[in-house]
């Protein structure tokens, strides 16, 4: 029972409890972080890598169509103004048809509406690697961006909400340190016929929620380098990826018959794919909102660039991407990473690195 009194001109809450019942505490919220590595200096051309290069590097078509009837829901926090204007300067740079409004681009809130957050020029840059990326891995699918209120998980949490009920493909280059209660979360990452994508971080080993929920496919990093006209691909220092202390493997994760090389001890393991992230061998990204005081083409690496790129291949495939998608399929599916080490070597075969590795065209 609820009385509210009257003092002065504010009116107080009083909640009558039984004796010796303490009112619940609210559950604390968690933030999140976006794993997002640039280099310094923006420029008035592309700097890193371009499209181009991926597609060589990994066999990924060069299809205009590929994605079409698909969509790819990019869920981040705050507000990039320019997100549209920006993806079609960095489709007119790499070859890519334009995008509008109608075709193959909506930008909503955490709820579906139009009335968007404040601009935060970190998560903006993020925004525009999220999109640039994700629709450069599949030119014919359509991009949701879906902005969150706040890097609060609360909100991010919403996003992701309406994110998996308008799309089949859902990014989120975001995350943060694990934490006893992020089972409750778990639910959010549920969707019949949806794949969700999660950064596995810059920071190495230990393993990051939400890339450890088993609702996800834990995206890593890599490091590509070019001879000649010859690619080679390592693991990246920084990538992401661990066991994690909360969540538990996935029965087609703890079926694999490598997984018993990580020593998870029947936790998840984390990260189930990778692909490049070292912003040694960073991808260009257009931004017209500044940055830390510059505006223009910047090299960005982090496994922020890596789950957009992931979630695109798989909408280019048309394939519905879930644990049993990842470890049922054969040996040579994926390019096996061998060198490299984030705190855990690059095995032959399935490790804390860089998962079963790359996944190739």
């Known amino acids: 029972m609820k009385k509210l009194l009257a ?3 504010l009116l107080t809450a009083i909640v009558l409890l039984s004796p010796g019942v303490a009112p619940a505490a609210a559950p604390a919220d968690h933030y999140a972080n976006h794993p997002i590595r640039v280099k310094p200096n923006a420029s008035r051309s592309p700097s890193g890598l371009m499209v181009s290069d991926i597609r060589a590097a990994y066999g990924y078509t060069s299809d205009v169509t590929a994605g079409t009837g698909e969509t790819i829901a990019i ?3 705050y507000d990039n103004p320019n997100a549209l204007s920006d993806l079609n300067v960095f489709n007119k740079a790499m070859g890519l048809n334009p995008c509008n409004s109608t075709s193959c681009f909506e930008k909503v809130n955490q709820i579906g509406g139009k009335t968007y957050p404040r ?6 840059l993020e925004i525009a690697l999220d999109i640039q990326w994700a629709h450069a891995m599949a030119p014919g699918a359509k991009i949701l961006l879906v902005e969150a209120s706040s890097n609060s998980f609360t909100n991010l949490m919403a996003a992701e909400d309406w994110a998996g009920t308008h ?4 990014s989120n280059s975001w995350g943060g340190s694990e934490f006893s209660g992020e089972k409750s979360y778990d639910t959010h990452f549920i969707q019949p016929n949806v794949s969700f994508f999660v950064s596995a971080g810059d920071a190495g080993l230990p393993a990051e929620y939400p890339s450890s929920s088993p609702n996800v496919i834990s995206v890593g990093g890599t490091r590509l380098s070019k001879t000649g006209t010859t690619w080679t691909e390592t693991g990246w220092s920084d990538g992401g990826g661990g066991c994690s202390l909360f969540e538990t493997a996935t029965p087609a994760q703890s079926a694999f018959g490598e997984y018993g090389a990580v020593n998870c001890g029947g936790k998840r393991a984390t990260p189930d794919v990778s692909l ?3 912003p040694a061998s960073g991808v ?3 931004m017209s909102t500044k940055y830390q005081g510059q505006s223009g083409w910047f090299t960005v690496g982090g496994t922020s660039a890596s789950s957009p790129m992931v979630a695109g291949r798989a909408a280019a495939a048309s394939a519905v991407v879930n644990a049993a998608f ?6 040579g599916f ?3 990473i061998t060198s490299g080490n984030n705190g855990a070597r690059c095995l032959v075969g399935f490790d804390l690195c860089t998962g079963r590795g790359s996944w190739l065209g």
């Open 284 to 286: 260009s990204v257009y």
């Open 7 to 9: 003092a002065g001109s």
């Open 276 to 278: 490049n992230a070292d």
């Open 119 to 124: 601009v935060d020029p970190g998560w903006a």
């Open 167 to 170: 799309a089949q493909y859902v």
């Open 326 to 331: 990842v470890y049922e399929r054969p040996t």
């Open 75 to 77: 869920v981040d926090a």
């Open 334 to 336: 994926f390019r096996d």
